[in-house]
Structures are given as C-alpha cells and as structure tokens.
C-alpha cells in the first residue's frame, strides 16, 4: 500500500493533469453535443467553441492547482493558448477528414479526435507552457 502511495505521489502532477484535462474534455464534448444537436450549428464552429471552453478551464486549473506556476500568467496563457489552437486545427483536420471525407458520425468521431489531441496537448504544455525555466 505504501509503494502505491508513494508512486501516487510521484506521479501526482501527471495525475492531476490527467483529471483537469477529462475536466476540459468533458466540456468541450458537453458544448459540442450541445451545439452540434440542439442548436445545429456547423460542427467546426461547435468545435471551436468547445475547445476554446475547455483550453479556458484547463489553463486555470493547472496553473493555480496542479502546476502551481502563477508567474507571468498572461505569457503561459498566451503559449497555453497557442498549443489550444494548433489542437484546435489539428482537430478540425482530423473532424473534416472523418467527417466530410469518410462520413463518419459527428460524435463518434469528435470522441476519436479527443483521445489524439489530448495526447498531443499534454506534452507540448507540460514541456513548454508549464515548464519552470520557460521564462528564465
């Protein structure tokens, strides 16, 4: 039990990321969905809109709970925000792809696309936005 404490610990901040970022997944998919079926708006437009929402929360919770980098927030908001939007058109690729090309469901594939973009995102804020010596 106390190895499983002890390797929680260590992984603590990959942890929380994780958790924070299922935050921003789940509301870029709810406002998605939301804008996708109930108001029919163009899916990419939908797209933008929710990961813009869920960049918006992630940044927050990771500088002030998980990362703890408080320092010059508006520059790491503005390289969190950078990394969002490369997501964001690599999202929007891959939505156009499995949607207009191979016809895939709406949400079926955004659930696909989330899975590959977190990935991506993870490591480029963990390496750049949140990195201690980005700003030295």
Known sequence: ??????????HREFIVYCLIGFS???LDFIVYTILTKHFNIYYQIAN????????????FWNAF????????LFVRFCSFCSVGVL??????????????TFDWNKI?????????????????????????????
């Open 65 to 72: 709970l998980n990362f703890r980098q408080k320092d010059c």
């Open 108 to 136: 079926i594939a955004k659930i696909v696309i989330i899975f590959i973009v977190t990935l991506i995102q993870f490591v480029l804020n963990k390496y750049i936005t949140f990195s201690k010596g980005m700003l030295k």
């Open 1 to 10: 039990m106390i190895q499983i404490i002890k390797k929680v610990e260590k």
């Open 24 to 26: 921003g997944v789940c």
């Open 48 to 59: 933008a809109i929710g990961v813009i929402s869920g960049i918006c929360n992630n940044f």
């Open 87 to 100: 997501v964001l058109g690599i999202s929007g690729l891959l939505l156009w792809f499995m949607i207009d």
